[in-house]
């Protein structure tokens, strides 16, 4: 079972992390500052931004065993690396200290567009 921590900041272009509500908060935190430090060492070969200030990840659940559960889409369906990039996610994620396993689901729901992008992504890719 897991909820919302209050502390975990969500704007459209940021995942909603689901912490357990069982883990200590500091132990939330550190999850969820290497989770996302993890999941930014992820990108795309053909756009100079990591996955995660391109908005394409949706979902972080951890659970009372600190499983880690990742909903992500693409910028395209039909993105040449569909295949491949889940496995990246889950290694690269699976490399956190306490993490015990990494299940990475791709949607397409809602689907992605330019708004889910960080400042930081627009600045790399020249796109305001």
């Known amino acids: 079972m897991t909820a919302s921590h209050s502390d975990v900041a969500f704007s459209p272009n940021r995942p909603a992390i689901e912490p357990s509500i069982n883990l ?3 132990e939330i935190d550190r999850l969820t500052d290497d989770i996302i430090a993890s999941l930014k060492t992820v ?5 100079p ?3 995660y ?3 394409l990840i949706y979902r972080v659940d951890i659970d009372d065993d600190r499983n880690v559960a990742i909903d992500m ?5 039909g993105c040449p690396v569909a295949g491949e990039m889940p496995g990246w996610v889950e290694n690269a994620v699976s490399l956190v200290a306490g993490v015990q396993s ?3 689901s791709m949607v397409f729901d809602p689907p992605w567009d330019q708004s889910r992008m960080s ?10």
């Not at 990108?43 to 756009?47: F, L, R, T």
């Not at 400042?119 to 305001?128: C, P």
Request: charged share 30%; glycine share 4%; hydrophobic share 40%.
């Open 24 to 26: 200590p908060p500091e």
């Open 43 to 47: 990108y795309d070969p053909e756009i």
């Open 49 to 51: 931004s990591d996955i």
């Open 53 to 55: 200030e391109l908005g």
């Open 73 to 77: 889409t693409l910028t395209a369906p």
């Open 102 to 104: 990494v299940k990475v």
């Open 119 to 128: 400042d930081e992504a627009r600045v790399a890719l020249d796109m305001w």
